[in-house]
């Protein structure tokens, strides 16, 4: 614990210090509050080359997080040209930047073998293999894929419930493991396994299931107060308890049978925090869906929209500036949305200081899930269950020895010829 405080501390520090160094003497310095808000931001950048602006407010610390679509690969020496986008990135900011993707395979997939990338399949296709071998291969091809190119968070694997077959954003393209949530729970951990080996976070999503869905959340609403299940919470319950709950996305999804007032989960504090963090004890870092999504930007005005995403319970927001049909959202905008709201009264410093050390925490974990030491842990609980065994083995015998012993006594005793009594002479 105590190492864990330090790294969270020593990071601050160098991030702070580094911040007020990169300023000009012109140029107004960032506050703790401004860094605070700055990791609370993640977005997109617009095309496969460095952004000038996006590298400014990564190098100024107004972001903490970006993410990665198609559009962002270069098309010829795709890998090595990509790796120097994101060491690009990565080494102008002041705190580690947690550099995201969705790629959870076969549709959701933006390293595709035509540009060099290892092949993957869909979660579904994954999970109808009778053994765990096929998750678990194309868990580390994308986990080291991943790992090579420097992107250090994947927003997989989905855990929603394959329930509604005509879904048509989740079963549609097979980006459910399965109708089953013990097999969801399952797969899931191993996928996640792979990753951590490589030293790739992962985020599980959509919380609190989008699985039983009749509408994307991309074009609108979608309600699923009629269909979702109390089930769909099992992988989330399961992969918490287990500790492979690394960070977790919302979905837009209205459920009225978790939030009475409709709000769409990725607003809703009963959802977040309700279930979330209270129910289901969930303290690590919650990642926005899209903020950009229609579901939000069609219902709800940005201001209202960042208000009660951080008030509910989110740690980081995207906005991806990838949706079509969405306005842009600028870094400054959204920056100084909250910063006002915050010396408003309307978000609370203290949420804002609760989001921040979440995100520090799991920052701290970056380096410390390469191979070696997954191994070396792995290896560690190896030989503490083969010593355990053996202690069990060894008491066993002893007792076993013990019992023959008892026996042989026992008979011994019974071939014993029994002496006469002598008769008294009378």
Known sequence: MRTIKAHFFKIALTALLLLTKNFTASAQALDSLDVKIGQMILIGFPGPAVDAKVLDEVKRGMVGSIILFEKNIPAKNSFVDLKKIVWTYQHAAPIPLFVGIDQEGGRVNRLKDKYGFPRSITAAAMGKSPTLDSVRFYGEATASTLAGLGINVNFAPVVDLASNPNNPIIAKFGRAFSANEDSVALLAKEYIKAHHRYGVLTSLKHFPGHGSSKDDTHLGIADVTNTWEERELKPYQVLIDSGY?????????????????????????????????????????????????????????????????????VDIMTFSNNISGSDQR?????????????????????????????????????????????????????????????????????????????????????????KKKKRKKD
Do not use: W
């Not at 129910?279 to 929209?305: N, P, R, S």
């Not at 060894?394 to 010829?417: F, I, S």
């Open 245 to 313: 709950a690394d960070a977790v996305m919302t979905s837009h999804i209205v459920n009225r049978k978790l939030d009475k007032a409709g709000n769409p989960g990725t607003l809703s504090a009963d959802i977040l925090t309700g279930v979330l963090r209270n129910k289901l004890k969930f303290g690590g870092v919650i990642f926005t869906d899209d903020m950009q999504m229609h579901a939000i930007t069609k219902h709800y005005g940005l201001e209202e929209a960042i208000r009660l995403a951080i008030n509910g319970g």
């Open 330 to 418: 600028t870094v400054d905008a959204v920056h100084s949305i909250i910063r006002k709201m915050v010396e408003k009264g309307e978000i609370k410093k203290e949420r804002i200081d609760e989001s921040y050390r979440r995100v520090m925490k799991l920052k701290s974990q970056l380096n410390a899930g390469d191979r070696a030491t997954y191994y070396q842990q792995q290896l560690g609980k190896a030989n503490v269950a083969v010593e355990e065994a053996n202690q069990r083995a060894k008491q066993t015998l002893l007792e076993a020895q013990a019992m023959v012993e008892k026996v042989k006594q026992e008979a011994a005793a019974a071939q014993q010829p029994k």
